[in-house]
């Protein structure tokens, strides 16, 4: 199985212009900020962007996770192998990511992100012959692949729910420039393998981390720190 290295964003800011940039210890915003030009038109939400423009606006308020995205489309969440043990077999490895984003008016910016990996696994009869497999509970057992069930046709189709990842990351933001970054960040990882076995990890980091953002209407877009990729959040109102 390979090993999910989740995706956070858990830094980035913005100004629509000097007068809304922010200071993380929440004092006045530095002189040097300056003012942005507003969208000349809107930005599409199914990831069909090629650029996210740093437009700023105010990241303020709570963030449900839309989508994650490459430049030019959204980032694959389902990926296909065949012949893994044997001609004739194929592998599918998916993810489901779910996440929001909290970005305070007192500094302080909030990220949390569940990650669930599944693996199905659909084998031929003629595989389970030359791995000396006499049937689907003998296949489940001894590639520890969850439930298997047979097929028509012969074979079997194992589902295993691989990994779950559970991420919560607080830091202080600060706007600038259409820029948001993030700072004096610390976060904790839980992750569960086959639904039985945990490791929580922590960590901190006092390097400030920098990535462009844009808000319009009710949607934030937020690229990673290199620029390589953005996802698309929408507005939770009460």
Request: glycine share 10%; net charge negative.
């Amino acid at each position: 199985m390979r090993r999910l290295v989740p995706w956070l964003l858990v830094a980035s800011v913005s100004c629509a212009g000097a007068e809304d940039a922010t200071a993380a210890d929440g004092g006045d915003p530095p002189a040097e900020c300056s003012a942005l030009e507003p969208l000349t038109e809107p930005l599409a939400s199914d990831c069909s962007a090629l650029d996210v423009p740093a437009c700023g606006g105010d990241p303020v308020g709570h963030w449900t996770r839309l989508a994650a995205c490459g430049y030019g489309g959204p980032i694959p969440t389902v990926t296909t192998y065949t012949g893994g043990e044997c001609a004739g077999d194929s592998i599918r490895i998916a993810y489901d990511v779910t996440g929001s984003l909290d970005v305070l008016d007192d500094a302080t910016i909030v990220q949390d992100a569940k990650i669930v990996q599944t693996i199905g696994w659909e084998i031929p009869e003629a595989c389970l012959a030359l791995l000396d497999i006499a049937d689907c509970e003998a296949l489940a057992a001894e590639y520890d692949v969850g439930d298997c069930v047979a097929v028509e046709g012969g074979g079997c189709a194992c589902d295993l729910v691989a990994q779950t990842l559970i991420a919560h990351a607080v830091g202080v933001w600060a706007t600038c420039d259409g820029s948001l970054t993030v700072a004096d960040a610390q976060g904790t990882l839980v992750a569960t393998y086959s639904g039985t076995f945990t490791t929580t990890e922590t960590a901190s980091s006092t390097e400030p981390s920098t990535s462009d953002y844009c808000v319009d209407g009710e949607t934030l877009w937020l690229t990673d720190e290199a620029r390589q990729a953005y996802a698309i959040y929408v507005r939770v109102t009460d």
